[in-house]
């Protein structure tokens, strides 16, 4: 070890002239491994960690070969769609403003983010650390449940079953129950979206981006979870909870079960859509709020209302009145034993309330492959 920094010493001298040639520090430290020295990797070589029993396919080299495509720029930083030349495809979330200054630091964190591990929860595959770049990889799913819903566009309105829509709904509050007991049961996601929940290749439904908020200063947080998801309290607590995190769920169950527009919407649009819910009698609930098309596509009779009351309970806005999200998965577990009143027809609407491709066209193959098979 000493003699690495002693090689680190000299690269590092104040003269130019003192400094060593690129061939001359690769022969010190050639010299040092061949005399059996420390195991030390090649510090030329960018070096990919995997998360341990994930299969190393690829390497970093591998990765800076591949294809990559922009698939946006969230609070994080950069995210890519890469294929590798092996076929597989990958996501590489290229990291900014990270608060974990040092390897020792980042490496804990992902090794804690590691320890989370849950059929529900994304899998971070391998990761990067270095001076320039921190680097996370993630397997590539094929559609965000957002994308489900509103199409890459987010103009469109997608209608699930309700075997579906319960399937995705129970799988997101298991993992995200998951990570609330973390870290001593304090652990926060802190971004709970749409957009942040995806359908794996073995079709399980799991959140993406866990842990990723503790690598970060909260002021760099102040803009999540995206207006729309965010609990009213963020506003003046400035920092997220597990109450915020089950209103920013509670949102997702409103998307979920077609609630119009709420992507679109801000956070005080959401809060003031909630009163107006609350204003209305209960039994008017789910035709005034879901919709009538849509009610009689889930067919669900008072499943629905209850499903609308469980996502309202989640959106209270005094965070004490939310229920913990061990809760919601007791409640939603219950619900799922509910069966819808009759077998929902495809006959019944072929087309929602706007024209709008629905389950029967469009993204058909995505959800006749995927979504019927979801598994729990
Ligand atoms: N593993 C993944 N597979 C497929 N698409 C992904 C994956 N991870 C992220 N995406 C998609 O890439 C886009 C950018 O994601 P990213 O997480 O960087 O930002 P975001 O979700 O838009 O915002 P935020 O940073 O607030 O979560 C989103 O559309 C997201 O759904």
């Known amino acids: 070890m000493v003699e690495m920094l002693q090689i680190e010493i000299k690269c590092m001298a104040k003269s130019i002239k003192k400094r060593p040639l690129m061939s001359e520090v690769v022969n010190m430290l050639e010299d040092i491994i061949r005399r059996g020295g420390p195991a030390i990797r090649n510090p030329f070589r960018k070096e990919l960690e995997f998360a341990p029993f994930a299969n190393r396919t690829f390497d970093f080299e591998d990765m800076s070969r591949a294809t990559a495509e922009v698939l946006g720029r969230g609070t994080f930083g950069y995210c890519y769609r890469s294929i590798l030349l092996n076929g597989k ?20 964190h992902m090794a804690f983010i590691w320890r989370i591990w849950h059929r529900n929860v ?3 595959r391998a990761y990067h650390f270095s001076r320039d770049d921190k ?74 981006d866990v842990g990723l908020a503790k690598l970060f200063d909260p002021s760099t947080l102040l803009s999540t979870p995206t207006p729309g998801y965010r609990a009213p309290e963020i506003g003046k607590t400035r920092k997220v909870s597990q109450a915020s995190d089950v209103y920013s769920f509670g949102v997702v169950l409103l998307e979920l079960l077609g ?35 849509h009610l009689r596509y889930l067919n669900a009779g008072e499943a629905s209302v209850q499903l609308l009351q ?18 919601v998965v007791k409640m939603l577990e219950e619900m799922s034993c509910i069966k819808p009143s009759n077998e929902s027809s495809s006959e019944d609407i072929s087309e929602d309330t706007r024209g709008q491709p629905s389950i029967e066209s469009g993204l058909e193959d995505i959800l006749d492959g995927l979504l019927p098979r979801l598994t729990l």
């Open 122 to 124: 994304a899998l971070l």
């Open 135 to 208: 680097i996370l990889v993630y397997d590539y799913y094929q559609d965000s449940i957002f994308a489900l819903l509103h199409g890459t566009t987010g103009t469109h309105r997608m209608l699930l079953n309700w075997e579906t829509l319960l399937k995705i709904a129970m799988g997101a509050a298991r993992g995200i129950a998951h990570i609330h007991e973390q870290d001593g049961g304090k652990l926060v996601h802190g971004n709970i979206k749409s957009s942040n929940i995806f359908v794996n290749e073995k079709k399980y439904v799991t959140v993406s």
């Open 310 to 327: 469980i996502a309202m309970d989640c959106v209270a806005v005094a965070p004490k009145r939310r229920p913990r999200m061990a809760i």
């Open 259 to 293: 609630v119009p527009s709420l992507h679109t919407t801000g956070a005080g649009a959401i809060i003031s859509l909630v009163e107006w819910i609350k204003s209305l009698p209960r039994d008017e609930w789910t035709t005034e709020v879901v919709g009538v098309e």
């Open 89 to 108: 495809v990958i996501v590489v979330k290229r990291l900014r403003g990270v608060t974990a200054g040092n390897m020792q630091e980042f490496r804990q």
